[in-house]
């Protein structure tokens, strides 16, 4: 079992519309969750962070996360055809180690 | 500000051959890491360093090696490269503490032939 896994998509959403990403872990000793976004050929840039139970947002985006469930998502709302990208999930340990999830390419159709 | 440095940004190498891949970084972080980037498979770990004069295996490991040199740089070493190795490699930076974000480098496409 991967540490981290996000579905790998893509995931097609028409332009306006909300895009839904999930992520799961395996630590339960994870302290923090990052989202990253990806363009094609780019680095990583990131998104958001969370590390409490609930919602937290941020302009058109809410990432989620439930600790019992060890499971974190990421909502993005009005999309735009900019929004696409691979959305990578990262989840941090005590001792610094910092894991990623294979990705979701997302695409958003005008 | 340069952030996170990587050099070279591409690389070709034939089997056998080995190289050494640097990054450096100037916003004084304790932990930096070391990633390859396949087609479908995210950024896997290969190695990190928490913080300065201590370094950890990540996911993938084998056939690589690296050193610290110094809080600032971070280097990845392939002994003797293989054609599986050919990837993008990304460099990262980060605080220790929870919740703060990795800053990335440019990446390296490496392919060995």
């Known amino acids: 079992q991967k540490e981290v896994e996000q579905n790998s998509g893509p995931l097609s959403v028409p332009e306006g519309a909300i895009a839904s990403l999930n992520c799961t872990y395996s630590?339960?000793?994870?302290?923090?969750f990052f989202w990253y976004r990806q363009y094609s050929g780019k680095s990583p840039e990131l998104i958001m962070f969370i590390y409490s139970n609930g919602d937290k947002e941020d302009g058109r985006f809410t990432a989620q996360l439930n600790k019992a469930s060890q499971y974190v998502s990421l909502l993005i709302r009005d999309s735009q055809p900019s929004d696409s990208a691979t959305y990578l999930c990262?989840?941090?340990?005590?001792?610094?180690?910092?894991?990623f999830g294979q990705g979701t390419e997302l695409s958003v159709k005008p | 500000n340069a952030g996170v440095t990587q050099t070279p940004k591409f690389q070709v190498l034939k089997t056998g051959q080995s190289m050494t891949l640097q990054c450096a970084q100037d916003?004084?972080?304790?932990?930096m890491y070391w990633y390859r980037q396949d087609p479908g498979m995210g950024l896997r770990l290969i190695y990190y360093?928490?913080?300065?004069?201590?370094?950890d295996k990540g996911e993938v490991p084998n056939g690589y090696n690296v050193s610290r040199l110094n809080k600032r740089e971070f280097s990845l070493r392939l002994e003797s490269a293989a054609p599986s190795q050919t990837s993008v490699y990304f460099c990262?930076?980060?605080?220790?503490?929870?919740?703060?974000?990795?800053?990335f480098g440019q990446g390296t496409r490496l392919t060995v032939v």
């Open positions: 916003m004084n972080h304790n932990s």
């Open positions: 360093s928490a913080s300065e004069g201590t370094t």
């Open positions: 630590d339960r000793g994870s302290q923090s």
């Open positions: 990262a989840v941090k340990s005590w001792g610094g180690k910092l894991i």
């Open positions: 990262a930076s980060s605080e220790l503490t929870v919740g703060t974000e990795a800053f």
